[in-house]
Nanobody, 126 residues
Framework: QVQLVESGGGLVQAGGSLRLSCAASGRTFSSYVVGWFRQAPGKEREFVAGIRWSGGTTNYADSVKGRFTISRDNAKNTVYLQMNSMKPEDTAVYYC???????????????????WGQGTQVTVSS
């Protein structure tokens, strides 16, 4: 079983940047898919970006393409979400999630991920 801990959230002005980190303990990410999701008040949890640890295949939600970048650091067993050109509508709690058995591509539905972090708040002011 893997434990996930997010960090890096905070308050930023529109147009600014933040980098979120998702660190894994208990097991390495080597055979996992790792995704970032977000949930704003009153809304459903939505997929933001994901990466296959082996091979590095990525997938992004249309709303963040060109602004957000997901990456991984093998040595640190950590996944990052670099968020640039941020907008007020990016405000949400951001969650890191992991799936150990997905064979092809990057899943985008929350129910396809077994392991979740506790979340980190991101607030973008206008």
């Amino acid at each position: 079983q893997v434990q996930l801990v997010e960090s890096g959230g905070g308050l930023v002005q529109a147009g600014g940047s933040l980098r979120l980190s998702c660190a894994a303990s208990g097991r390495t990410f080597s055979s996992y898919v790792v995704g970032w999701f977000r949930q704003a008040p009153g809304k459903e949890r939505e997929f933001v970006a994901g990466i296959r640890w082996s091979g590095g295949t990525t997938n992004y939600a249309d709303s963040v393409k060109g602004r957000f970048t997901i990456s991984r650091d093998n040595a640190k067993n950590t996944v990052y979400l670099q968020m640039n050109s941020m907008k007020p509508e990016d405000t949400a709690v951001y969650y890191c999630a992991a799936n150990s058995g997905w064979r092809v591509g990057v899943p985008t539905r929350p129910r396809e991920y077994a392991y979740w972090g506790q979340g980190t708040q991101v607030t973008v002011s206008s």
